[in-house]
């Protein structure tokens, strides 16, 4: 896997993930993939990033119920700009 930052021409930071085979059969397996937020220097106090899969929106939407809890807030990211998401 490939965990990257970058600057977009706005000053905003984007996360950049490049995911091998071998990570895409983790996932496909079940088995979520974990790394240190800090490590990429975001700006801002970050605890972790996950990735998962699903084989559509429904599953992920079922998956991501079981990693949160209470306290959890969720923001859904409409797709907006026409690239793929």
Do not use: W
């Not at 059969?25 to 240190?36: M, R, S």
Request: glycine content about 12%.
């Amino acid at each position: 896997m490939v965990k990257c930052k970058a600057t977009m021409n706005d000053g905003r930071a984007m996360v950049v993930l490049g995911l091998s085979d071998g990570n895409v059969a983790h996932l496909k397996n079940g088995e979520p993939i974990y790394f240190d937020a800090a490590a990429l220097h975001i700006g801002e106090p970050l605890g972790s990033i996950v990735v998962f899969y699903g084989k559509d929106d429904g599953e992920l939407a079922r998956t991501v119920r079981t990693m949160i809890g209470p306290q959890t807030e969720i923001i859904t990211v409409p797709k907006g700009d026409g690239r793929r998401q």
